[in-house]
C-alpha cells in the first residue's frame, strides 16, 4: 500500500515544466528583442527535460522541452552567426 502511495505522489512535474519553458520560449522566442528574455527559459527548459527523464517521468513531455528548448536555442543565436557572416562577405 506504502509503494502505491508513493508511485501516485510522484509526479511529472519536471516533465511539464520542461514542456511548457520549451513551448513559451520558442512562440516568444520569435519575437524580435524579446526573445532574449527567454534565454533563461530555453536552458531551463533543458535541464528540466533532461532532470525528468533522469526520474522516469513522461519521457514525451521531457523530450519535447529538451528539443524546443534546444531548438530555440539554435535558432536564435545561429541567426546571429549568420547575420554576422552576411554582413563581413558583403563588402
Aim: no cysteine.
Amino acid at each position: 500500500m506504502e509503494n502505491q502511495m508513493e508511485a501516485r505522489q510522484q509526479g511529472n512535474g519536471m516533465a511539464v515544466s520542461a514542456l511548457v519553458l520549451g513551448l513559451v520560449g520558442l512562440v516568444l522566442g520569435l519575437v524580435p528583442f524579446l526573445g532574449w528574455f527567454m534565454l533563461p527559459a530555453w536552458i531551463l527548459a533543458i535541464v528540466f527535460g533532461a532532470v525528468g527523464l533522469k526520474k522516469g517521468q513522461s519521457k514525451g513531455m521531457s523530450w519535447t522541452g529538451i528539443v524546443l528548448g534546444i531548438i530555440t536555442f539554435i535558432y536564435k543565436f545561429g541567426f546571429w552567426i549568420l547575420v554576422a557572416i552576411g554582413a563581413s562577405t558583403s563588402t
